[in-house]
């Protein structure tokens, strides 16, 4: 089983490679905001795309909206979901 630390870099590894992100995974903060000014940038598109990559790679379902906005914050909270869930792969 893999560490947090090991996990979030698998995460940030993961965000890098679906949404052809052009910061590297090792520059990504665990806290740093994905979406919005000063963060990552992302938009509804790579949501899409994350949502869709979390539930192949961590079997992480996201149901609706609400619950989109609440994981989908940070590398720390996309973590805190995965774990609540049982781990993931």
């Known amino acids: 089983m893999s560490t947090p ?18 910061t590297p995974a090792e520059e990504i903060g665990d806290d740093l905001p994905l979406f919005g000014p000063g963060g990552l940038g992302l938009d509804s598109v790579d949501a899409l795309q994350l949502v869709v990559a979390l539930e192949k790679n961590y079997a992480l379902k996201i149901s609706d909206a609400a619950a989109a906005k609440g994981i989908l914050q940070s590398v720390n909270t996309i973590f805190a979901a995965i774990e609540k869930n049982g781990g993931g792969n």
């Not at 590894?13 to 992100?21: A, D, F, K, P, S």
């Open 5 to 22: 630390t090991e996990r979030k870099a698998q995460i940030k590894t993961m965000l890098v490679e679906n949404l052809m992100l052009q």
